[in-house]
């Protein structure tokens, strides 16, 4: 067969205005799945849009490069119209979990395949060519996100009129002054001080000490609890990861692929946790959930709503603490489980770890950058901050051991029953000095926290 000549494919800049719209839509996509992780009740889908906020924002961020490659020699820029923001800050103030589903999976990606698509055909297959490889390669996942969002909805008849909106706003996408890719987001539209569960999930009560396995390491049931708890904190690292980046989408570019790598990684580890959970029988729900690790890290009454300083204190106490701490503890935990046979375990762990020194860097660097790179003002802040969590959570304590006695006692008889599992000894959370220093953590900052005597420096290990 002939091919049919074509009198002309899209110049350079068409092709550049063309790309940036798709950049413009994949990070929005992500933004919005950033933003809603935390509002959907089901676990499946926070798992699908931790997962997928990455992989648009790596799209993203491959066709941003791609745009930049094409408007350097002329020193242009190529922007979008405002009115593709109003359409997609549209979807973001969807009233329900259903409907957000509905605009982005049945709605939004069958647009987004075929602006893509349009590009394949339109261009020079010649003078584009980097484009056209780039497109090829992201359509089979773009496909199966599609696919797999599908699956997400409730399989109710789409609610007709909500996509009509949609389709008004579309039609206009090319109206309305330019805006520029680096800073062209909506404002956030709401906060969201507590994560979304299924309805029906039983929680433990705030202020209580929650699961507490009394021998995690040979008891089915206990180990079972140990996997629950860990299972916990990677669904709220992921939402309050995701939020972070989502609240704050003037933070430049790098942040946003750091928080949505890290809101993937998360997905995995819930996935690889389930995966032993389910190998002893349990799943997800069989224990009281806790939801602390969001709810109790998204506000700080010293921080101003919404402001950069309660996301430095959110990524001061989550990503430099608290993983800091995680890093210590799959170090000791991966010899411990293997040295047991629990080799499942310890692989599992051991996947974690290394992303674990990831994330703790990346909230190393952040709460650098946002204090201007001072040293002193990371270490100072972070003590401001671990000393106002560290109070708030011994008054919820206070308040449940006042009205709660009996319970109380319970947990410390749990406590006790598990220090003689141990040999009458509580447990020792020893440093792991590599891990630490390969994320980042100076000399001063590993002396904080073994000043605050969470973990032990052994100097014979070092
Ligand atoms: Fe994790
Ligand atoms: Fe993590």
């Known amino acids: 067969m002939i091919a049919k000549h074509r009198a002309a494919y899209w110049s350079p800049s068409q092709a550049a205005a063309s790309l940036v719209q798709l950049a413009y839509l994949e990070r929005s996509l992500a933004n919005l799945l950033a933003g809603w992780a935390v509002k959907l009740p089901s676990f499946d889908a926070k798992l699908a849009f931790g997962m997928q906020m990455h992989r648009s924002m790596e799209r993203a961020t491959y066709l941003r490069s791609r745009v930049n490659g094409l408007c350097h020699a002329t020193a242009s820029e190529a922007t979008v119209a405002a009115g593709l923001r109003s359409v997609l800050s549209h979807v973001d103030r969807a009233q329900t979990p259903a409907r957000l589903v509905a605009a982005i999976y049945r709605w939004l990606y069958p647009r987004l395949i075929a602006l893509y698509e349009t590009h394949l055909s339109e261009t020079d297959p010649d003078g584009d060519r980097p484009s056209i490889d780039l497109i090829r390669s992201f359509l089979p996942s773009l496909e199966k996100e599609r696919h797999e969002g599908l699956s997400l909805s409730s399989g109710r008849a789409a609610d007709k009129p909500w996509l009509r909106e949609l389709e008004e706003l579309w039609n206009r996408r090319t109206a309305g002054e330019p805006l520029s890719l680096a800073n062209g987001l909506w404002d956030p539209v709401d906060r969201v001080p507590a994560a979304v569960r299924p309805e029906g999930s039983r929680f433990g009560e705030s202020g209580s000490l929650g699961l507490l396995p009394v021998d995690p390491v040979h008891d089915k049931r206990d180990i079972g609890m140990f996997l629950h708890k860990e299972l916990d904190e990677e669904f709220t690292t992921l939402e309050l990861i995701a939020r972070n980046s989502y609240e704050h989408p003037d933070m430049p570019w790098a942040f946003h692929r750091d928080m949505a790598r890290q809101a993937s990684d998360e997905a995995r580890h819930a996935v690889m946790i389930s995966r032993l959970l389910t190998a002893r029988g349990f799943r997800h729900g069989d224990f009281a959930l806790t939801t602390s690790s969001y709810d109790g890290i998204y506000a700080f009454e010293p921080c101003e709503a919404g402001s950069r300083r309660e996301l430095l204190w959110r990524m001061l106490i989550r990503q430099t603490f608290m993983e800091g701490l995680a890093i210590d503890n799959l170090g000791y935990e991966i010899g411990h489980r293997r040295s047991v046979g629990q080799t499942d375990i310890a692989a599992v762990f051991e996947y974690i770890l290394r992303d674990e020194v990831f994330h703790a860097q990346s909230g190393l ?98």
Do not use: C, H
């Open 365 to 462: 660097r952040w709460s650098q950058e946002l204090l201007g790179s001072d040293p002193q003002a990371v270490l100072k802040e972070r003590d401001e901050a671990i000393r106002y969590f560290t109070a708030r959570a011994e008054a919820a304590r206070e308040s449940f051991v006042m009205n709660n006695l009996d319970a109380a006692l319970g947990e410390l008889a749990a406590i006790e029953a598990g220090k003689q599992s141990r040999g009458g000894k509580l447990p020792e959370r020893p440093l792991n000095r590599i891990g630490r220093v390969q994320a980042g953590y100076t000399g001063e900052d590993i002396s904080q926290i073994v000043s605050w005597s969470y973990a032990v420096d052994d100097p014979v290990a070092r």
